[in-house]
């Protein structure tokens, strides 16, 4: 078989189209949502192998923005079908983590091609229809973000491959990167496409085998990733796609001897509760699992007496309430000067006030509705609260409506206490809290950030004094693994700004990053010597 040093295509962040009136992949897009929402209704199965696996046992998939609307179902496993998933994932290994490197690459890089071209409004629509985002954060997220790290993971693990030791006279010294020993469950979550295709993908383009669980809320744009994939060409038994119980899925996978590896995002309660279960079960496993989780968020947006307050209002209008505030990243906690407030209040308000919200078919609505009656119930409860709190205020917003949709309006709230419950709790929706500084008390500001949340996933300050900048990136520095100068504290980009917090908000392996594909191989040390001794007898000894 005929051999070479192979080099994968150059990866370049893939271009962001405009959606904009008339254009062609506006067209597209609405065609294939209209096509997707009022036509046709999916059956999404399990798959197991190369079975599409019905049950029988189903859950109804319905749009956010109206609940009422059924556009398909996904059928439930039962533990002997998660038991399936695991001999099907071992079977494969045996020949896809033999199979040459390049031909993994190249399924994982016609995936991206896929997505790029003849797929890419499909995956948008459905990203739209289930997930109720606005096509713009759909093609940013499902089409844009989804290549980018398929494509950026071939030139990541090309790199890991290249890294070799140093050989000194006589010897060989070679560094082999192996799959891990076993399978590796992936925990996706619904706000998201690209996180949903990343973490199986990531470590089965290193040759490891996965169990992958997609979040209830999210399986009408899974089921298109699982399409584009078989596609692609990847074998049958590569990736197995099951959906159920997530208690009973987790305690039977963690459960295997096989279990090797846990790629998660999520919410860190869940999180937390796999990590002691893994290590209640430690002395099963064949080796010791990786454990690689992105969860929660309470991420803090800080402005100095210097920052220009109208980057400070588009900053916390786009980054609090883009895709309903439904980002780990997204801005829920503000701490803006006495000076700048009220500039900053005026054009917050006005630009919320000029939110239109709805269905994301309207490309005028720049906002639609929070993913589940859980979420809506939840959201309405803290705002509730504030309405009627001595220490807060609702300045805009407050409203909500469930009966089409789960639609809550984007709210700002104003406290004159930096630890009222809004200020600290991750809400993960469209509010967003605001705590009003003295200009003198900056630094005790900055100690006032870095002690308040638990969380150290994103944050963002504007200054226009780079001694201020200097200091509250020292001041900062461990309580957000993102950390943004005059921007927003969202929108990472794969190869640009690797993504990933610490303390409870990760283990901060940071995706999208050559970073994250070291934690999906085993390296194995090989020395050859050409011509080994033949006398037991040292220098020494003479």
């Known amino acids: 078989m005929p051999k070479g040093i192979y080099n994968v295509p150059k990866a370049i962040n893939e271009q962001v189209k405009s959606y904009a009136p008339a254009s062609k992949e ?32 189903t859950q109804n998939i319905t749009p956010p923005f109206n609940h009422k609307k059924v556009v398909g179902t996904y059928h439930e ?41 003849p797929y890419r409004a499909k995956i948008n629509a459905a990203t739209m229809i289930g997930q109720a985002k606005t096509v713009h954060q759909a093609e940013i997220d499902s ?25 000194s006279e006589g010897i060989w010294n070679r560094l082999e990167y192996r799959p891990l020993e076993g399978f590796v469950y992936a925990i996706t979550p619904f706000n998201f496409t690209a996180i949903a295709g990343n973490l199986p993908a990531a470590p089965a383009l290193m040759g490891n085998v996965v169990v992958w669980k997609p979040s209830a809320s999210q399986v009408y744009s899974a089921q298109v990733i699982m399409e584009v994939f078989k596609l692609a060409g990847l074998p049958a038994g ?31 309660h869940v999180f937390k509760d796999l990590w002691a279960k893994i290590g209640q079960n430690i002395n099963k496993y064949k080796t010791y699992p990786r454990i690689v989780g992105e969860t929660g968020g309470k991420d803090f947006v800080l402005a100095h007496p210097t920052a220009i307050p109208a980057q400070v209002a588009t900053a916390l209008s786009r980054g609090a309430f ?23 209040k005026d054009l917050l ?83 967003l809290t605001v705590y009003v500084y003295d200009d003198a008390k900056w630094t005790e500001t900055l100690e006032l950030i870095d002690g308040t949340s638990p969380y150290a996933l994103t944050g963002a300050i504007f200054s226009g004094d780079r001694y201020a900048i200097e200091e509250a990136t020292k001041a900062l520095e461990n309580c957000a693994g993102n950390f943004y100068i005059n921007d927003k504290p969202t929108g990472a980009v794969v190869g640009q700004q690797p993504f990933g917090g610490a303390r409870a908000s990760g283990t901060n392996d940071k995706a999208g990053s050559i970073l994250n594909l070291y934690r999906w191989v085993s390296p194995r040390t090989i020395k050859e010597t050409f011509v080994p001794p033949t006398d037991y007898r040292y220098p020494f000894l003479g």
């Open 26 to 57: 506006r067209e597209q897009v609405i065609a294939a949502f209209k096509e997707m929402y009022n036509s046709s209704t999916i059956d999404v199965p399990n798959y197991i192998g190369a079975e599409e696996v019905r049950t029988g046992k």
């Open 77 to 117: 496993a039962e533990k002997q079908h998660i038991e399936q998933a695991i001999s099907t994932a071992l079977d494969a290994r045996k020949n896809w983590a033999a199979l040459n490197w390049e031909h993994r690459t190249a399924i994982f890089l016609k995936a991206a091609d896929l997505i790029a071209g």
């Open 143 to 167: 089409a844009c973000e989804l290549i980018d790290f398929l494509r950026f993971n071939a030139e990541f693990m090309q790199q890991i491959y290249s890294e070799q030791p140093i050989s």
């Open 238 to 268: 590569v990736i197995n796609m099951v959906h159920g119980d997530p208690v009973m899925i987790s305690d039977v996978l963690i459960s295997s001897p096989d279990f090797a590896g846990l790629h998660f995002t999520g919410s860190t």
């Open 322 to 344: 883009e895709f309903q505030g439904q980002k780990c990243s997204a801005a829920s906690r503000a701490y803006i000067p006495k000076s700048i407030w009220p500039q900053v």
């Open 349 to 431: 308000i006005k630009d919320i006030e000029s939110f239109k919200m709805g269905s994301p078919e309207d490309m005028g609505n720049f906002v639609s509705a929070v993913i589940h009656e859980g979420s809506f119930d939840k959201l309405a409860k803290y705002i509730d609260a504030a309405k009627s709190a001595k220490d807060a205020e609702i300045i805009v917003g407050g409203g909500y409506d469930k009966s089409v949709g789960w639609f809550i309006e984007p709210t700002v709230i104003e406290t004159t206490n930096p630890h009222y419950e809004t200020m600290e709790t991750e809400l993960f929706g469209p509010v």
